[in-house]
């Protein structure tokens, strides 16, 4: 969020955007620190709202009582230490303690000025990048075995913002040969693509033979945010929800290999991940003026998932849902399933290439949840 284009209103903690969009009008943010948090949010910001200043004034009283109201929530670190009696006279037993205490102290260094919670997330990492390397080695024997078979992939990989679609991409291309690979994530269209067929701009990064093409964010776009922005027509939405299946399935028809992974997140942990962006210097430059609407406009988004999902799976071309709350978990998952999705030489069948039900989900049980809530 650039506060360059808002200025303080009379309101401390209230700002107000200076230039009024036609449609919309004026945007109002509420940005204030309690107890060393900032907290950011936009006031009632949807595709219908014009908000009066007495209106902001009202959303943005509520917004903070409903922080400030908060109890705090103390939370004291218990470190439970399992009695052992030792024989003080085994000088074998003490000398093995002091060794493994002096491993751990080389290998920590100087750990006690850092962050127990970012020491213990770090050393996390270190063992959810370890489980995922075995299956990273496969995803490089599947690479070779389409190069060999001259078969071509699409990976398409859709989400709402900070699903975790990034984070997947880097981990799964991590150590794959980056000459039969790429990654593609298209801006906005250029003039002179607003005036061609609206596949026509993927279709030219279509791989060739031997090569996989990762979309990040595809033409599905159209399915979500440009309805919901207003970047397409009411027609245009239609006409390519009722075309694109049949589209897909040509592309299969001629040897596609076409995997569709839609990481679902949840609206609690979205909100997490994108106040750590707001509060970290190094993740600041994510978010984004979208990211800022991502909330408020999460039921619209919804809606055009459910639609999505269930008008746009087909048995040539079905999504797989990986519910992506647990980064690591996600990614593994997302591993699995494009592994699965062909028969290439060299298995490693001691692996475990089973889906974890509870994050590898079928499009029939995601859209089931999504009857009873919005949640995700």
Not at 60 to 86: G, M, R, T, Y
Not at 118 to 138: N, P, T
Not at 214 to 231: K, Q
Request: aromatic share 10%; with cysteine; glycine share 4%.
């Amino acid at each position: 969020m650039n506060l360059g284009d808002f200025e303080k209103t009379n309101i401390s903690g209230l700002y107000i955007s200076k230039e009024s969009h036609p449609e919309f009008g004026n945007k109002y943010i509420a940005r204030f620190q309690h107890d060393r948090k900032r907290y950011v949010k936009v006031l009632g910001f949807t595709i219908k709202d014009n908000l009066t200043k007495k209106e902001a004034v009202d959303l943005f009283k509520a917004f903070k009582d409903s922080i400030l109201s908060k109890p705090e929530i103390k939370i004291e670190k218990k470190i439970k230490v399992q009695e052992k009696k030792l024989p003080v006279k085994d000088d074998e037993t003490l000398k093995k303690l002091q060794e493994e205490n002096d491993l751990l102290k080389s290998i920590l260094g100087n750990y006690e000025k850092l962050n127990p919670q970012v020491l213990a997330e770090g050393i996390q990492k270190i063992y959810d990048l370890d489980a995922l390397k075995k299956y990273q080695i496969e995803l490089i024997k599947l690479q070779n075995w389409l190069e060999k078979e001259n078969k071509r992939m699409i990976i398409l990989f859709e989400g709402r913002d900070a699903s975790g679609k990034g984070g997947a991409i880097r981990r799964i291309t991590r150590y794959m040969n980056n000459k039969h690979y790429r990654v593609v994530a298209l801006g906005k269209p250029t003039e002179t693509q607003r005036n061609q067929w609206f596949l026509q701009r993927y279709i030219e990064r279509f791989p060739t033979g031997g090569e996989i093409v990762l979309f990040d964010r595809s033409w599905y776009n159209r399915a979500m945010v440009e309805p919901i922005f207003g970047f397409c027509t009411p027609e245009e939405h239609e006409i390519f929800m009722e075309d694109i299946v049949n589209f897909e399935q040509d592309l299969v028809r001629q040897g596609m290999i076409l995997i569709k992974l839609y990481f679902s997140v949840s609206k609690e942990e979205q909100k997490r991940r994108f106040d750590r962006r707001i509060e970290d210097p190094l993740r600041q430059w994510k978010f984004s003026e979208v990211d800022m609407q991502a909330q408020d406009l999460w039921d619209e988004f919804s809606e055009k998932k459910y639609e999505m999902l269930r008008r746009t799976t087909s048995r040539s071309a079905p999504w797989h849902i990986v519910r992506s709350d647990d980064k690591h978990k996600a990614r593994l998952e997302a591993m699995k399933i494009i592994l699965n999705s062909v028969d290439y030489d060299g298995r490693n069948y001691s692996l475990d290439f089973d889906a974890n039900e509870e994050i590898n989900i079928s499009v029939q049980k995601e859209l089931l949840q999504m009857r009873k809530s919005k949640d995700y």
